[in-house]
T-cell receptor, first 115, second 114 residues
Framework: AQKITQTQPGMFVQEKEAVTLDCTYDTSDPSYGLFWYKQPSSGEMIFLIYQGSYDQQNATEGRYSLNFQKARKSANLVISASQLGDSAMYFCARLTSGGSYIPTFGRGTSLIVHP | EAGVAQSPRYKIIEKRQSVAFWCNPISGHATLYWYQQILGQGPKLLIQFQNNGVVDDSQLPKDRFSAERLKGVDSTLKIQPAKLEDSAVYLC????????????FGPGTRLLVL
């Protein structure tokens, strides 16, 4: 199976600092999309940011940016100016094509922001 | 715009019993997903519908799990009979189905099998 790997089970960051959450992926498809989701303790998954495999520029959405290195098959999430409310689980997901768009999620990284 | 609705939110059953979950996606979303999320893991796709057709169900344990999406709108996921290892959160999500479109998730159903 083509995998999504998130090697950091847990990360700690001080409020107002930046943090990078790692994600690497397998794929043999030339066309794919990469997503990051946040899952607070309440349990609901919240979409954060999207990067397409053919996009020339790294995606940004407010305090979230994606460091996309296609040759390395990595799509790291950067959160700038961390806030206490950023404490949550973060999941990287890949959507591959090939006729249908099937999503695969990583195991997640737990982020704790402390004052 | 209303989000993805799921019910029930919590369910406790004994092993070998049956259980059903319901999902109503965001209006106009053609694609509907059911995921199983075991504690400490990422969501695992069980089944994906495009309108009322199945796109992928390769990870659905078909001997005990079934799902349907009648009329291409809401969907039900059933487990019969349940096993202890089915204890998990069952997430429903929907999307417009185009490659760049994000999935929008419901609050999930927490299932405990005793």
């Amino acid at each position: 199976a083509q995998k999504i790997t998130q090697t950091q089970p847990g990360m700690f960051v001080q409020e107002k600092e930046a943090v990078t959450l790692d994600c690497t992926y397998d794929t043999s498809d030339p066309s794919y999309g990469l997503f990051w989701y946040k899952q607070p303790s309440s349990g609901e998954m919240i979409f954060l940011i999207y990067q397409g495999s053919y996009d020339q520029q790294n995606a940004t959405e407010g305090r979230y940016s994606l460091n996309f290195q296609k040759a390395r098959k990595s799509a790291n999430l950067v959160i700038s100016a961390s806030q206490l409310g950023d404490s949550a689980m973060y999941f990287c997901a890949r959507l591959t094509s090939g006729g249908s768009y099937i999503p695969t999620f990583g195991r997640g990284t737990s982020l704790i922001v402390h004052p | 715009e209303a989000g993805v609705a799921q019910s029930p939110r919590y369910k406790i059953i004994e092993k070998r019993q049956s259980v059903a979950f319901w999902c109503n996606p965001i209006s106009g979303h053609a694609t509907l997903y059911w995921y199983q999320q075991i504690l400490g893991q990422g969501p695992k796709l069980l089944i994906q519908f495009q309108n009322n057709g199945v796109v992928d169900d390769s990870q659905l344990p078909k001997d005990r799990f079934s799902a349907e999406r009648l009329k291409g709108v809401d969907s039900t996921l059933k487990i019969q009979p349940a096993k202890l290892e089915d204890s998990a959160v069952y997430l429903c999500a929907s999307s417009l189905g185009r490659p760049k479109e994000a999935q929008y998730f419901g609050p999930g159903t927490r299932l405990l099998v005793l």
